[in-house]
C-alpha cells in the first residue's frame, strides 16, 4: 500500500559510514523501465539484468513509502508473498538465482509528492530527481552510486496533455498508440548510476540550436520551458554553447550524445541537476531578458549552465564510489565552472565573488557545530552534505591543487584521470593519485584537506636582519565536532612585495619558496616555518594570500599605512581587494567594540577611499568592490560574540559618513554614469555594478529619496531596478510602501521577478522587519510548497538580515523555526537547508542564545524527518 506522506518518516535511519563501504553483491547489466502516465497515477514497469559479483543468496533493494508495488517476477515468474519480504526501507528477494531477468511493477501518484524527489509533478508536467537517493522513489532498486548500468526507458502518455517527452541518452523510435495516447523511446549508451536517471512529460515550447563538436559531430541543442518563457532562454542557449566549446579548448572534453536536452521547472529542490543528456533546471538559472533578470542573474545563469555541462564528465562519466566521496564531482566541477566564468567575465571580481561566498557561507558553517570534512566519514541523511563545504570548500581544494603543482600538470593529470577511470565510480584518492602520478608532486600531506573539517588560521609575521625579511608563518586550526586535534597540512601561500612607490619588487627568496608569473608561491606544510627573502628594499611591504590561494583565515601585522599603500597599488585584485577590507573592517571593528566611533574615520582611510572616487584606471566592477565597506556578516566573523545590532549600526553610521565628506564627488561620478544606455557588454555590466555601489552612499545622503526613486522608475533594465528598491525597502521613506506595491503590481505576472520582490523585503532592517515577513507569508504569492519562493523569503531574511534576525525578543528565531517545523511535512529537503541559522547560538550573547536554543529544543520535539532531526541534533 501506499503510505501517507505524513506518516513515513518512521525510526530515524542508523548512521552510515565511509569505513562501513562494502561493494554491491549485485551488477545490472541493463534496465528497462516504462512509463505509464496517467492523470493521477502512473505505473512504472523495470526489468533489470541482475547478476551476482559476490556471495549472498538473498537480494535487498532500496523503495521507499511512496510507491506501491503491484507485482515482482524473477525471469517472467511471479513471485509469491513468501518469497519476499517487503518493509518501507526495502524490498528484500530471500533466494535469486546467479543470473536473472528482475520485473518489478510500481505505482506512483506524482501529484501528491510535494517533497519533489523521484517522480513528481509540476507545472502540468511530469518530472524526475533522483539525486540522490530518489529513484528508489520510483521503483526498487540498488539505488548506489557504484551501480552502473545502461537504461532504455519507454514513456506512455496521453498526446494532448504531455506531447513532450523526454528521457536521458539519444531518441529513439515515437509514435501514436491509439485513444488519444503516444510513446517515445530513449537509449543511453553510457552507463550511468541511477541517480543521473531523468524522465520529463509535459506540454513545452523547445529552443533548439546545434554544436558541432572539435571532431566533426553534431549535437542537436534543446531547451524546454513553458510557452511563455521560452523567449527568455536565448542566454541559457548561448551559455551551453560557450560551455561546450570552452570544455573542448581548455580541458579537450567533447560532448557524447546526439543530443543534449535541458528542461526548466519551477519547483525544484535544487538550482539544477547534471542527469545524462537531460539536464533538468530551477527556472532561475535558465530564463533571463534585461526587463527582468539582474547582470547577476546572467551570470549565475551563465555559471550553472556550464557547471551542469562540465558534469557530463566530472560526474557522469567518472561518477562517484559512493557518497562521501560527492565532492569528487561537486568540487571539481565547481572549479571548473569558476574558471570558466573567470574566462568569460572578469576573473578579478570573479575572485572576489567567490570567495566572498566562501566566507559567508562556508567559513560559518565549519566553524559551528555541522562542520564536517570535504569528504564527510559518516551520515544518517545524505541530502544534508550537499554542503557548501563538499561543493565551495572543495572547489578550493582543486584550486590548491592546481596551484601546488602547476597548470600544466593539472591538465595531463585530468587526462590520465579520464584514461584510468572512464565509466567507472571512483574515490577522491582516485584522483588525487592521477594528479600526483602526472606532477611527479607527492601530495600524501595534501590530503588532509579531504579528511579535516575547520578553517585554518594562518598567522603571518615579519623579522627584518638587515637588508633581509624572515616571514614566520604559523598555521592552527579550532577543534570541530569529533576531530579535536588537528594536524598541520599543505597549502600555497602566493605573496608578492610592493615597494613604498607602489612599484612591485621580486627579492629572492632562499627556500621553500619560487616566484611565478603572478607572485611568489610559498609552500607551507609545517605548523610553523620561515621564509628568508634576500635584500627586501625598506618599507616593502607584503602582499599576502594573492589570488586567495588557501581558503583561511588570515592574520598578519601589517599597519593601516601598508594596508593603503596595498589598496592602491597592489597588483593583485584580490590582495587589493583584501586590503581595502582589512582597512575598512580594523576600523569598524573598533566602533563597534567602542574604542573608535564611526564620525571619527582616520585619514588613511579617508584618502583611500577618496583616491577610489576617482580611479578611472581600475576595472569599475572591481572599483565598485573596493569602495564598499566589508558586509555585517563579515564584520560579525571578525567577533568572538556576535553584536548584530551594533554592526548594522556602526556600518551605516561609516557609509553615511563617507558619504556625507565625499557628497558631490559621490553624486557626480554616480550622475555620469546614470547616463549610460543599457548594454549587455562586460563594460556595461562593470559600469552598472560601480554606478549601484556609489547609490548605496548617494542614499544617505538629504536628496536619496528623489534620487533612488528616479533610478526605479526610469531604468529600463532589472539590474537598476533591484538596487534602487533593495534600498527602498530598508528606508524610511514616505515613498517606501507605494513603491512597493507597484513594483509587484508591475511584475506580478512573473514568478522570477517577484522572488527578487520578496527577496529585497526580507532584507528590511527596520524595526518592523520580522512583522513584515509574517505578513509576507500570509501574501497570496507566497507559496511554501515552492522552494524558490521559500527561499527569497525565509532563507534571506535568517542568513542575511542580521540584526533583524536576532531581534532583541527572539521574534525571528521563532519565525524560523515555525517555518522549518511546516516545511518539514511538506518537504523535508528545503526545511533542512533552513536549519544551519540556528545553529549559531554558541557564538551569540548569553540572552539570544537561550532564545535560538530553546527554538532548536522545540525542533526536536516536532520534527518527523530524517532531515531536520539530524541537523537540530547536530546543531544543538
Known sequence: ????????????????????????????????????????????????????????????????????????????????GNEYTLTDPSLVLHDVPDEFALTIVTELKPKENTRLEGLYYSGGNF???????????????????????????????DKANFPVLLANGNPGNSGDMGDGRHFSEWHDPHPKPCYLFAMVAGDLACLNDEFTTQSGKHVDLNIYAAEDDIAKCDYAMGSLKRSMKWDEDVFGLEYDLDVYNIVAVSDFNMGAMENKGLNVFNTKYVLASPETATDADFDHIEGVIGHEYFHNWTGNRVTCRDWFQLSLKEGLTVFRDQEFSSDMTSRAVKRVDDVRT???????????????????????????????????????????????????????????????????????????LAMEAASGVDLTQFRLWYSQAGTPTLSVKRSRLGADVVLEVEQSCAATPGQPIKQATQMPLLMGWVGADG???????????????DGCLLDVKSTVQHFHFKDVPEKAVPSLLRGFSAPVNLKHDLNAKELALLVRSDSDAFARWEASQSLYGDYLQACIEGAETPKNIPDHITKAFSGLIDDTSTDPALLAELL????????????????????????????????????????????????????SSKESKANRR????????????????????????????????????????????????ALLSSFYQTWQGDDLVIDKWFALQAQNTQPDAVAKVRELIGHPAFKYTNPNRLRSLISTFSMLNQPRFHDAGGEGYALLADTIDKMDKINPQTAARLVAPLGRWRRLPEGLQAMMKHQLEQLRHKVESDDVRELVDKSL
Open 358 to 432: 566562501l566566507r559567508m557561507l562556508q567559513f560559518p558553517e565549519d566553524a559551528g557545530p555541522l562542520a564536517h570534512p570535504v569528504r564527510p566519514e559518516s551520515y544518517i541523511e545524505i541530502n544534508n552534505f550537499y554542503t557548501t563545504t563538499v561543493y565551495n570548500k572543495g572547489a578550493e581544494v582543486i584550486r590548491m591543487m592546481h596551484r601546488l603543482i602547476g597548470a600544466d600538470a593539472f591538465r595531463r593529470g585530468m587526462d590520465l584521470y579520464f584514461e584510468r577511470h572512464d565509466g567507472e565510480a571512483v574515490t577522491c584518492e582516485d584522483f588525487v
Open 690 to 737: 560601480l554606478k549601484n555601489a556609489l547609490l548605496r552612499y548617494v542614499a544617505h545622503l538629504p536628496q536619496a529619496e528623489e534620487v533612488v526613486s528616479e533610478q526605479l522608475s526610469r531604468s529600463q533594465n532589472m539590474t537598476d531596478k533591484v538596487a534602487a528598491l533593495a534600498i527602498v525597502a530598508s528606508s524610511n521613506f514616505a515613498s517606501r510602501e
Open 1 to 80: 500500500m501506499i503510505v501517507d506522506a505524513s506518516a513515513a518518516a518512521g525510526a530515524p535511519k542508523h548512521e552510515i559510514k565511509l569505513a562501513d563501504y562494502k561493494p554491491s553483491a549485485f551488477a545490472v547489466d541493463g534496465i528497462q523501465l516504462t512509463f505509464k502516465l496517467h492523470s493521477d497515477l502512473v505505473e512504472v514497469t523495470a526489468t533489470s539484468q541482475m547478476k551476482k559479483v559476490g556471495k549472498t543468496a538473498s537480494l535487498t533493494l532500496d523503495g521507499g513509502p511512496h510507491m506501491r508495488l503491484l507485482s515482482v517476477s524473477v525471469n517472467g515468474v511471479a513471485l509469491s
Open 628 to 679: 564598499t565597506l566589508p558586509s555585517e556578516i563579515t564584520l560579525g566573523q571578525r567577533l568572538d560574540v556576535l553584536k548584530p545590532e551594533e554592526i548594522h549600526t556602526a556600518r551605516e553610521a561609516a557609509v553615511g559618513e563617507l558619504a556625507q565628506r565625499f557628497a558631490d564627488r559621490l553624486t557626480e561620478r554616480y550622475s555620469d554614469l546614470s547616463l549610460e544606455p543599457y548594454s
Open 127 to 157: 518530472c524526475t530527481q533522483c539525486e540522490a537517493e530518489g529513484f528508489r522513489h520510483i521503483t526498487y532498486f540498488l539505488d548506489r552510486p557504484d551501480v552502473l548500468t545502461t537504461y532504455d526507458v519507454r514513456i506512455e502518455a
Open 503 to 517: 612599484q612591485e619588487v621580486r627579492p629572492d627568496v632562499v627556500s621553500g619558496g619560487k616566484w611565478t608569473n
